[in-house]
């Protein structure tokens, strides 16, 4: 069981990025998936996140230029980055919370961190 993650890289000041992540194996359900970035602080801060599959839910610093998106079928997010800023600068993580068959609790999972460059 594992969040498989692609896209990231480098672009300039207002270009765009599109990041995907995708949890597979034995995944009994899905309550929530997002992304997360390392942020200035001691944690996380949110990006952007989908829970229950309808209530979206974006951090203060990205709301208007960050659209995610989620395949229910495919247990895949997407998360388009537009009008990029330098100080969106940072790792992103893609987060889920799941059950496994064996699960009476959700679990949460993390990916490994993408790498997001923009610079001026």
């Known amino acids: 069981v594992q969040l498989q993650a692609s896209g990231g890289g480098s672009v300039q000041v207002g270009g765009s990025l599109t990041l995907s992540c995708t949890a597979t194996g034995n995944i009994l359900s899905v309550t929530a998936m997002g992304w997360f970035r390392r942020g200035a602080g001691n944690e996380r801060e949110l990006v952007a996140r989908i829970i229950g599959g309808r209530t979206l839910k974006y951090g203060d610093s990205v709301q208007g230029r960050f659209t995610i998106s989620k395949d229910g079928a495919e247990n895949t997010v997407s998360l388009k980055m537009t009008d990029l800023k330098v100080e969106d600068t940072d790792v992103y993580f893609c987060?889920?919370?799941?059950?496994?068959?064996?699960?009476?609790?959700?679990?949460?999972?993390w990916g490994e961190g993408t790498q997001v460059t923009v610079s001026s």
């Open positions: 987060n889920a919370l799941v059950k496994l068959p064996t699960d009476t609790t959700w679990r949460a999972l």
